[in-house]
């Protein structure tokens, strides 16, 4: 084995791999839904509509503007987008492995073993199609770690180096996180302003990007991030949830985390300095998935890391590569087997079973969205005389039918699919606001049950009118002269000097306070004075008292009068329901604590003690919000008593 290895059929070998990687990928080839929004851009922008999605007004709503140009370069010649976004994500794919596998890879065994590993790992193989950008950030962080692993220091080096890593960042502003630990290696192994200098000319298409759409859009970042970073949750919330998302990839895909581990800690074995730059970037960049919540892809922000631990896996030295060799490539046999829903092994009925997958997602918001998608988007799903986008997915239906018979503006929140199909003759009004500039900069409003990537806003009374008219028609007269401002940005003359002062004064915050927080956060919450509420020392026991409040889902604000110093919150709740009890001061919420619920205690109430931070309570609070949670039936408060 060691001798065939070590001669040209060691190549055939290599060849022979990467052959099965292709035959795995046209497999499992398939385009997310969130894909589509990206192609009503591209196709919008082909019909002379520029790089809008709605037509009427200038929004980015992709956050990958690298895969956009290039996508829509190919567009403008097929004039198809289903098989050319696919072949196209294949194609890159399949470059970024064949570097990996004849470029960077220091021997025959840990070639074959890298492509082993992306061939199985289930989180690579359903991101290297998709329709999203992660091929073409895994060919950028593929040519980064070439450059960055095997070449000789040098001007042309950190030239190289910048050029990849801006290209990288065009591509998705977040993986500059992958690149930042090896530029800054790069950076101190050159003189400083020469290097500095190398890197701004790297960085210089990121930089007229940047230009272009603060003048196009009039925002430096794509509406999405202003939608999806805006949670309104704490950040414990959304670290939790991010933990949720590995948790989700153990045991999905247990392969892919393993991976990623076992590169991170090869710097310690290795002890070179540009591998641990390189993990130092993957551990990076995997803190901040974890620090945002993770995504409701499974496994789509652990494609790049898992990529980043494979490459430095294949670079080990040789005395490694030898010890390792049949242990290694048993491991990833057998947890790349063991899945739950191997990609190896997946065949024209997958997603067929997606309904008994719904149950998890509900708990922990993270779903194989392929498995949703493959029937209606695969290339090789059962049906494949269907038309696509098929009539037979409920939304591109009604879509068909909006487009025939209107109304011109309508409201959605899975807005890929039914939008691209609708056409440009349709307004679509995205309740998550990934494609609308006012909803993505209003509060999500609460939810007791909220899944990441999918923040629900109200629409304002009157919104609808005003688009479907084009009048102002805005209810809230302070946030109709916030739309005023925002319209003048999006619709307005590119290069008006009044539209050009209002994005100074937009992205300066300068009309934030027009926009009323705690009217879109917590609409119809129910709102009461303290003496409302408040429990009496001669008042009946809780539990046979019957003039309880039924609360909202968005629950209950407590007007306390003057400043408040209690540090005990004693509640009389429901018992079958969690809750937030949130102390607000001057409009600020100061701190938040969770009761959560008795469901097999006898009686209908039950008292329940919230502790106020020490500082919370010092500095003092006029409001309390109890905000319900988790739970059945209706949440109920009977009264509340505060103590000092």
């Known amino acids: 084995m060691r001798k065939l290895l ?9 060849v022979l791999s990467v052959l099965l990687f292709t035959v795995v990928l046209l497999r499992t080839a398939w385009l997310s839904d969130d894909a589509y929004i990206t192609f009503r851009t591209i196709v919008n922008f082909a019909d002379g509509y520029g790089l809008t999605w709605n037509a009427a007004e200038r929004v980015q709503a992709y956050s990958h503007p690298l895969w956009l140009l290039l996508l829509s370069a190919a567009y403008f010649h097929t004039k198809e987008i289903y098989l050319t976004s696919i072949l196209l994500s294949a194609g890159i794919s399949l470059l ?19 492509v082993t590993i992306l061939t199985f790992s289930k989180a690579f193989m359903d991101y290297s199609t998709s329709g999203l950008e992660n091929p073409l950030t895994h060919l950028t962080l593929v040519l980064f770690c070439w450059v960055f692993l095997c070449g000789e220091y040098g001007g042309k080096w950190v030239l190289l180096l910048s050029l990849i890593a801006g290209l990288g960042t065009l591509n998705r502003m977040d993986t500059l996180l992958l690149f930042l630990p090896g530029l800054a290696y790069a950076l101190s192994r050159s003189r400083l302003p020469k290097g500095l200098l190398l890197a701004a000319l ?40 991010g933990f949720r998302y590995l ?72 005395g490694f590569r030898k010890a390792m060799r049949l242990p290694a490539f048993a491991a ?110 209003l509060p999500p409003a609460w939810r007791p049950h909220w899944r990441i990537g999918h923040f629900f806003r109200v629409v304002p009374e009157g919104y609808v009118g005003t688009l479907t008219s084009g009048q102002n028609q805005l209810a809230d007269r302070r946030l109709a002269e916030y739309y005023d401002k925002l319209s003048l940005i999006t619709r307005g003359r590119l290069m008006d000097p009044k539209r050009l002062a209002t994005i100074v004064e937009m992205n ?55 400043l408040c110093h209690a540090s005990i919150l004693e509640l009389t709740l429901d018992t079958h329901h969690d809750y937030q009890v949130v102390t ?61």
């Open 202 to 241: 790297g960085f210089l298409p990121f930089a007229v990007w940047e230009i272009f759409s603060l003048l196009y859009y009039g925002f430096p970042f794509p509406n999405t991030a202003y939608a999806k970073l805006c949670t309104g949750l704490e950040q414990w919330e959304l670290v939790g949830q």
């Open 332 to 441: 990833v046999l057998l947890l790349g087997l063991g899945s739950p829903h191997p990609s190896f092994l997946t065949s024209a009925d997958y997603g067929n079973d997606y309904k008994l997958q719904v149950e998890s997602v509900l708990k922990k918001g993270v779903s194989d969205e392929r498995a949703f998608y493959y029937q209606v988007t695969g290339l090789l799903r059962e049906d494949p005389d269907t038309p696509l986008p098929s009539p037979r997915q409920v939304w591109v239906a009604e879509a068909m039918r909006v487009r025939e018979e209107g109304p011109r503006v309508v409201v959605r929140n899975s807005v890929g699919l039914f939008a691209f199909t609708a056409g440009p003759g349709v307004h679509v009004v995205d309740e998550l606001g990934l494609g609308d500039p006012l909803l993505a900069r």
């Open 508 to 562: 300066l915050g300068r009309y934030d306070s027009l926009i009323d927080t705690e009217r879109y956060r917590y609409p119809g919450m129910l709102r009461k004075d303290l003496s409302e509420v408040l429990a009496h020392a001669d008042a009946a026991p809780p539990q046979d008292r019957n003039a309880d409040l039924v609360l909202p889902s968005t629950g209950i604000e407590i007007s306390l009068g003057d």
């Open 247 to 318: 948790l989700d990839s153990l045991n999905s895909d247990p392969l892919t985390l393993l991976v990623i581990a076992t590169g991170l800690a090869v710097p310690c074995f290795a002890r070179e300095w540009r591998a641990s730059c390189v993990a130092a970037g993957a551990g990076l960049y995997l803190v901040y998935v974890v620090s945002i919540g993770g995504d409701f892809m499974s496994g789509r922000f652990l494609s790049a890391p898992l990529l980043a631990g494979t490459i430095l896996l294949t670079r080990l030295p040789s």
């Open 6 to 14: 070590a001669t040209g059929e060691g190549t055939f070998l290599r």
């Open 96 to 114: 970024a492995v064949c570097l990996l596998t004849f470029g960077i890879s220091r021997a025959h065994p840990s070639a074959i073993l890298g």
């Open 584 to 644: 607000v001061a001057e409009g600020r919420e100061s701190s938040k604590q969770a009761l959560w619920g008795i469901p097999g205690l006898k009686g209908e109430f039950v008292v329940r003690r919230a502790v106020v931070p020490v500082r919370a309570a010092k500095r003092g609070f006029d409001k309390l919000r109890i905000l319900p949670g988790e739970g059945s039936g209706d949440s109920r408060l009977a009264w509340i008593r505060l103590l000092e």
